[in-house]
């Protein structure tokens, strides 16, 4: 009931008052009505599926190199890929700005494949590298084609995790916001960007209530596609075979480690370009952006310093994942028992705490905003408000880290320890607890990362004297001025040296579970 009741007061709240705020004035049936709204909708599902196929096309050799393919630096390919997907999307978009110049259609749809394909290269390749391969040369022994035994064994024994990255992949890129906010402008915008822009520049709280119901749909639609997917996925892990199924590639098989490795480069190239232009000047080189951060330059522009806003990010990071790893821990531990014996109950609560990642984070900031003066102390100007709406964003992360392993834990271990006389409490610090020590620690890295770079709802609820790193970027990128620019750079290029660091640390930590976490 924790978990939920947090959902309930710190989401579906401050959501349904501003829908119901929006739904009881007058306006949002001429906003449906509008040719207008249908292109939105219509550009913000193409581009979240062209990004979804560009994802799953770069994703799939990579998937195959983690998983069946014994060669060297496989660590360091799984390092790499993982990296864009825990950074920033303002660190994206600006990465990308820095190589496309000022966006555009492709360059929105090349950001959002490279921040997801490490969900892609995770999920296909952590069910991939548990397929008994016995099946693949057995076809290969009776004459079929590589491609053919691909196609016609692999590839449906692999559709469950391919479907379920798809679903996800799908949905973050529909939701996307950093990127579209920095590649878009003015030109190109989703339903995300379009809610934030009707909600904070032109207040037409009936426009964004419409325009956040069509997501809504969207949102549920694809939650249902993946838990659907996850589930199959799931039961194939359950299926794994125990016999290393990793060999060093062979003939045309170098031809896919190649694609792999050409991704791999592709992915470096807007990070490379990031760094570049922090020391960019048309004087040339300098560090000229750093060391305006670090001083009164940035004071004048942000009222802060670079390094005070910095230690705000890590302070609210540091809260919202403590307050999300309870949260989600709870509820993965809740949801792996509930499977057992309530298996509806558990899909729909799964969903429940999985839809904080499509909905508008525009929306749940300014929900917060017009429902929180009801709780006792008026939370609407208190510093806690930050760190819930981040959390909201990393829990549903957490439970899909740690809930996979605690489902393939054999619930016999259980039963003896209890048949034995253990208390509950003892049984998850005796059984649970090994098993899923690994996990716990990578989910708690990949939450503060995610809640570092976190800047929807943030970007609503901080404080103008207390701003976080990703909304100092916002608020460079929006200033003109060549030194503000450089600014904005070093302080993406902060934010991306700490991501590196944690997820370098998750590698290490995660040894052993990489197949069963869903991201």
Known sequence: MVPLLFLVVFFAWPVAAILGLGLSESGVGAVLADPQTWELVAFTLGQAAASTVVALLAGLPVAYLLARCAVRGRALVRLIVTIPFVLPTLVVGMAFRSTFGDGGVVAIVLANAFFNVAVVARTVGGLWANLDRRAEDAARALGASRWRAFTSVTLPALAPA???????????????????????GSEYRTLETEIYLRTVQLLDLPGAAALSLLQLVAVVGALLVGAIARRKRETALALRSRTETARRPEGAEWIV???AVIVVVLLLLPVFSLISQSLST?????????AALAGDAARSTLGVSG???????LRTAFDATLLAMVLGVL??????????????????????????????????????????????GDLRSSPILVPFAQALVVMPLIVRTVLPVLRAIDDRLRQAAATLGASPLRVWREVDLPF????????AGFGYVVALGEFGATSFLVRPDAPTLPVAISRLISRPGELNVQM???SCVLLMIVTVAAVALIERVRVGTEALGEF
Do not use: K
């Open 436 to 443: 899923v020590g690994r996990s716990l620690l990578a989910a």
């Open 282 to 290: 048309r004087d040339g080189w300098s560090l000229a952006g750093y």
């Open 331 to 376: 509820a993965a531990v809740v949801l792996s028992q509930l499977r057992r014996r309530r298996g509806r109950l558990a899909e729909a609560m799964d969903m429940a705490l999985m839809l904080p990642l499509g909905v508008s984070a525009v929306t749940v900031g300014f929900g917060y905003l017009v429902t929180m003066d009801a709780l006792p």
């Open 257 to 259: 480690v190649a694609a």
């Open 488 to 490: 904005a750079y070093a």
């Open 162 to 184: 391919i479907g379920s990255a798809l679903a996800v992949v799908f949905l973050f890129c529909a939701t996307s916001f950093g990127v579209v906010l920095v590649l878009g």
């Open 307 to 313: 390094l005070d806003a910095a230690l705000n990010s």
